[in-house]
């Protein structure tokens, strides 16, 4: 199910463009356009869910398979290390209510 208001929603359906890192019938990967680090990946299902906590309630298995397609940008880009940050909340970041895993790699990262 989508969300037809939802920015990330109409980034999957290729309604607005992104620049497409990995695809398959249940994720979605692309570039951020403000990146924080050499490479700055969002991974996203193609289900909408609010947040992580929201995902991991109702589909454990596809956050699992987001952190291995994480694992799977990490190892192409830089020798398998990366960092994984999800936002949950507007206090804590979060600006697209659609839940997403930051992948932050390509150079070593400060603390």
């Known amino acids: 199910m989508s969300d037809k208001d939802c920015l990330f929603c109409k980034i999957i359906t290729g309604e607005i463009p992104s620049e497409k890192v990995y695809e398959d019938d249940t994720t979605y990967a692309f570039k951020d356009i403000n990146p924080k680090a050499k490479v700055h990946v969002l991974v996203v299902p193609r289900e909408h869910y609010a947040n992580v906590a929201e995902l991991a309630a109702a589909d454990p ?15 192409k880009e830089f020798h398998g290390a990366f960092r ?5 909340g507007i206090d804590a970041g979060q600006t697209v209510f659609h839940v997403h895993a930051h ?3 390509g150079e070593k990262l400060d603390e």
Not at 84 to 88: M, R, V
């Open 84 to 88: 994984l940050i999800f936002n949950t």
């Open 103 to 105: 992948v932050l790699t």
């Open 61 to 75: 298995q596809q956050l699992a398979h987001m952190a291995q397609v994480a694992q799977n940008i990490a190892d």
